[in-house]
């Protein structure tokens, strides 16, 4: 497993759904309510982003929108290595080197932390409250969706960063791919020159589609219970359009489970 | 009237697989990789087959323009083939000491396509396999090139990195080139002096997805000339085109004497064998390569390929069967065009494929060959094609009358 891959995935993949934990779960509301700070996370060779809290919402930072001077007056948190980065998401206590605004640095430590768990508790619960979890259909659907948004980003960070990854995007046509739920969840997959970004919600016009019936079997396909192939023969999801992209993007959803398992 | 077929027992029975089989039915004839879009428009399981059509487990009929990808080319059920078969079947089929129509059979291949040997196995991926060993046991080096978005078969040097089961040392010895690219070969030689076995191709660019491209002009003799000047061994893959090009081998249809040919799907008109043939000079080196499988020199399907290309020769059937595609092709571009689409055929007329024209991304196409289908003209919408002999004017008729259908069936919608 390729460290850098894995510390992307963790900051663009597994941190980014804080944006959305804000919207929906009560706690995470609470406790960025009536805060205004962004932070910044940086990991040697990996690309950084942020997250901007303001008003009671997060917001999910990178690339440009990084650049732009959003971040300025961060609190940043720097990470010499992949490594350090991915054992702290592990749960191991590892300390980042902190800059800008380091008086915030208690957001970091504390409310932060609420936010994590939280995040942990829809995308990794405990396995002894999991299935009793899952019996509650608010909770099946937030831990489906997450696990959807989750799988799909991870998915574009192996295509942009694991060296097997960038083979295979790299033999990708250009498009843009719409993976969507009916009556539900949506997750838009753009690729050009063997770049990928992926982005909540769908496109208008997409080169493919993959639409699952319903979250259940979503939920199925991701926690390996069915494979691609086997659901598909069965009419439990539905492609079209440029198969090559599918084809090529099931093979980089198949090495998702290596890394986050 | 416009019928459409449904597949009430071959869902059952795909369910029943799903239980038994990994993904229920695995490879291209599964409806995953065989790209069944949208899945319930396809059947699943066949119950019988004759001539020109099969008949589905729910009793659907359709006349059948993918062959089993290939292997159909007199007909399903040809008498000759079949009468050769049973009674070698039962003479004598698989026993501890091979049957002399393996000398027959070899004899009339090596005959058929002027080569000097003939190696029999069971299916394409056996003997393209073989062709890389033999290559590299005849020249002593490692490295194949090979045309971007070929396919060689499923043994994991012919798979690309990031395949499930497919390892890095699987494929660090491949080299590709784009199709008709005589200086990206000329390139890498230059690059790897002394080190490439083997030139693999099959005889034109025929991937799925893509428009067919068939070779360029003087394409084939100067990689003739290039593998000769560097002892590198020319391998022609004629598994999917053998015999419907040429009689002779697709090698000789493009002027051209490929050092190593592979054959299977259409040899024995269904049974199950595959040759390779070769020059002279290798036949020192496939000697020495270590090469066998349990059922690989059965007797059956030998006697069911002298049937076939016995046949195909008294019966002239790539002529027969270039007539059939023209007449197919010609009408379905009238029926397109009369329903306001443009129908793009690309590749040799008998092993065509098509798309339509302002539908990039196959949406149109897709809805258009499963309205087809479902219709009972059996098409898919990401591979060529193929005619077979036993395909009639009131087949083609029939043809027309569902793709006329299949376009008003779509209308609305594109």
């Given at each position: 497993m390729d460290a850098k891959t894995k510390a992307s995935i963790n900051l663009h993949a597994v941190l980014r759904n804080v944006q959305e934990l804000c919207d929906i779960d009560d706690a995470a509301k609470d406790v960025v309510k009536d805060k205004k700070i962004t932070v910044k996370f940086s990991v040697k060779d990996c690309e950084p982003m942020a997250l901007a809290f303001d008003s009671g919402k997060c917001t999910y930072l990178r690339g440009d929108a990084l650049d732009g001077?959003?971040?300025?007056g961060a609190l940043k948190l720097y990470f010499s290595s992949p490594e350090k980065f991915n054992k702290l998401v592990d749960g191991e206590k590892v300390t980042p080197i902190p800059s800008g605004a380091?008086?915030?640095i208690g957001f970091a430590l504390k409310e932060f932390s609420v936010l994590t768990d939280r995040l942990s508790h829809y995308l990794r619960p405990k396995p002894e409250e999991k299935d009793e979890l899952l019996k509650d259909a608010r909770y099946f659907e937030v831990n489906t969706t997450f696990l959807a948004y989750t799988a799909f980003h991870a998915l574009a960070e192996i295509g942009n960063n694991d060296p097997v990854g960038r083979e295979i995007a790299h033999r990708m046509p250009d498009g843009k791919i719409n993976v969507e739920v009916k009556d539900g969840p949506a997750v838009g997959i753009a690729i050009k020159d063997g770049r990928m970004s992926v982005k909540i919600g769908s496109y208008e016009n997409p080169s493919a589609r993959m639409v699952f019936g319903n979250l259940q079997i979503v939920n199925d396909v991701l926690n390996g219970r069915t494979d691609v192939y086997s659901a598909m023969g069965a009419g439990l999801f539905a492609i079209s359009g440029l198969i090559p992209l599918l084809d090529n993007m099931s093979k980089l959803l198949g090495s998702v489970a290596r890394y986050l398992g | 009237m416009d019928k459409v077929y449904s597949y009430t027992k071959s869902r059952l029975l795909y369910n029943r697989a799903l239980k038994v089989i990994p993904t229920g039915v695995y490879g291209h004839l599964g409806p995953s990789n065989g790209c069944a879009?949208?899945?319930?428009?396809?059947?699943?399981?066949?119950?019988k087959a004759k001539g020109a059509y099969f008949w589905d487990a729910d009793g659907n009929k359709f006349v059948d323009y993918m062959c089993a990808y290939g292997p159909n080319i007199l007909g399903y059920g040809d008498e000759d083939v079949d009468k050769a078969a049973i009674a070698q079947l039962k003479k004598g089929?698989?026993?501890?000491i091979v049957d002399e129509c393996l000398v027959d059979f070899a004899e009339l291949l090596t005959d058929t396509t002027g080569k000097d040997w003939a190696f029999f196995c069971k299916n394409g991926g056996d003997v393209t396999s073989l062709a890389v060993m033999t290559a590299r046991a005849a020249t002593g080096r490692k490295k194949i090139v090979m045309v971007k978005n070929?396919?060689?078969?499923?043994?994991p040097w012919t798979q690309k990195l990031?395949?499930?089961?497919?390892?890095?040392e699987d494929v660090s010895n491949n080299l590709c080139v784009h199709w008709n690219d005589v200086g990206e070969f000329e390139n890498l030689i230059a690059k790897y002096p002394g080190e490439i076995a083997a030139f693999i191709s099959t005889p034109y660019y025929h991937p799925t997805f893509e428009d067919n491209v068939l070779p360029a002009e003087n394409y084939w003799k100067r990689i003739r000339e290039l593998c000769t000047r560097h002892g590198i061994v020319l391998v022609i893959?004629?598994?999917?085109?053998g015999f419907r090009l040429d009689i002779k081998g697709s090698d000789v249809h493009y002027g051209v004497k490929a050092d190593l040919i592979t054959f299977c799907k259409a040899i024995a008109n269904g049974y199950n064998v595959s040759a390779l043939c070769g020059a002279e000079s290798l036949k020192g080196a496939v000697s020495d390569v270590f090469y066998t499988g349990?059922?690989?020199?059965?007797a059956e399907p030998f006697a069911a390929g002298i049937a076939c290309i016995t046949k195909m020769k008294k019966e002239n059937t790539v002529a027969k069967l270039r007539f059939i595609a023209d007449k197919l092709h010609s009408g379905l571009k009238d029926v397109a065009k009369a329903n306001n689409r443009e129908i793009i055929i690309t590749g040799e007329p008998v092993m065509w494929y098509m798309r339509h024209s302002n539908d990039e991304n196959f949406f149109m196409h897709q809805a258009w060959v499963a309205e087809c289908v479902r219709r009972g003209v059996f098409f898919t919408n990401h591979h060529n094609h193929f005619i077979n002999a036993a395909v009639s004017d009131e087949d083609i008729a029939f043809t027309l009358d569902v793709a006329d259908k299949a376009y008003k069936a779509i209308r609305d919608r594109f």
């Open positions: 001077g959003a971040a300025k380091i008086t915030k | 879009i949208p899945v319930d428009y396809f059947p699943i399981f066949s119950h089929n698989c026993v501890t070929g396919y060689h078969g499923v043994a990031g395949y499930a089961g497919v390892i890095e893959d004629d598994i999917r085109c349990s059922y690989w020199l059965s």
